[in-house]
């Protein structure tokens, strides 16, 4: 490759993409619904909205709320269950020809790993483990703001399937250093951030949250800078290749998190803006090489000074 022609390529858990740019779980659908706006086949990678063991039918409205430099959602996991996507997504899904990984959601350990068998199937090319759910085997605490549960589940799932793990951490702990390192330790193969930083916003003239779940998590540009961070921190305690996600707008944004140590990168809110954002992005990553004398993409991860 030369400069003309950069090399966007990278390596994640043993797969190749042909650049870093894929989606955010829960912000693309299951990709198909996207596939009039931009060429599915030029992505990096097509992350799906979770699937769980049996449909779900979503937290009541409303479940978004526009917030500064951001949304808040509270979708509440809606879909139509590892069956029904097995048999009516999986199959369109596949006709891409770019690695598809499925984000999984479960209560327990057990719903997990039920789902990581099930999910062993051709034309998934790995998994990403949403650890940001509630353990109803331990009052509802979420499995990703405590080290022992964030381990145990990822070597539940780890020994579940031969796909790659990837586990998606949740910023919304004291040090997220410490749970990388869990999953690190527990066989993850790769590492995600950052899931959405909860919160809450209010409607003061009818003194009720805005959504109806009352607190939801925000995402978006407004939580870029933490993205940053928590990926620069985690790129220096673990040895695994990173997913960096958080409020990428554009390449520049992208950028930012690469710098930062990470492999490849998510866009999710900027699809409810531009559904053609990523075909931005990815041809932004390409003028910044050739601006930069950059032949190889994969040359400036974690090359923050
Ligand atoms: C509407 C919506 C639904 C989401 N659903 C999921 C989900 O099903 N599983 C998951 O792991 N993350 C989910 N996320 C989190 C995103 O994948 C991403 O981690 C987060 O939004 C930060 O990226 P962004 O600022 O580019 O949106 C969701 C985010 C949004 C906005």
């Known amino acids: 490759m030369s400069v003309a022609h950069p090399d966007l390529t990278v390596e994640i858990a043993g797969l190749t993409l042909q650049n870093p740019v894929m989606s955010a779980s829960g912000t693309f659908g299951y990709g198909t619904e996207y596939a009039e706006y931009l060429d599915l086949s030029k992505l990096g990678a097509i992350v799906t909205k979770a699937v769980t063991l049996e449909a779900r039918e979503g937290n009541p409205p409303p479940r978004v709320r526009e917030t500064p430099a951001g949304m808040l959602n509270a979708i509440g996991l ?32 057990d719903e997990f790993t039920r789902l990581a068998e099930m999910l062993s199937l051709d ?59 869990a999953a690190e330790q527990a066989g993850a ?5 950052i899931n959405t930083l909860l919160g809450m916003s209010i409607d003061v003239e009818r003194r009720r949250p805005h959504l109806g779940n009352m607190t939801g998590g925000l995402s978006g540009p407004a939580i870029r800078p933490v993205a940053v961070r928590m990926v620069h921190q985690v790129a220096q305690a ?23 140590g990470a492999t490849a990168v998510a866009v999710g809110t900027a699809n409810f803006v531009e559904p053609a954002s990523m075909e931005e992005v990815i041809r932004g990553l390409a003028d910044y090489c050739r601006r930069h004398q950059v032949r190889r993409i994969a040359e400036l991860v974690g090359a923050v000074a």
């Open 78 to 109: 809606q879909n139509p269950g590892a069956e029904a996507f097995i048999r009516e997504k999986l199959p369109e899904l596949r006709e891409f020809g770019v690695p598809v990984i499925v984000n999984i959601s479960g209560r327990s350990v």
């Open 123 to 181: 034309g998934v090319d790995a998994l990403e483990v949403n650890i940001s759910c509630p353990n109803v085997e331990h009052e509802g605490m979420t499995f990703g703001v405590d080290c022992e549960m964030t381990g145990r589940l990822t070597e539940a799932v780890c020994a579940a399937t031969d796909l790659p793990v990837i586990v998606k951490l949740s910023p919304n702990v004291t040090d997220i250093t410490v749970i990388a390192r």
């Open 189 to 193: 193969d790769a590492l995600s951030l």
């Open 238 to 260: 673990v040895d695994l290749p990173l997913i960096g996600m958080g409020g990428v707008m554009c390449a520049n944004d992208a950028l930012e998190l690469i710098l930062a």
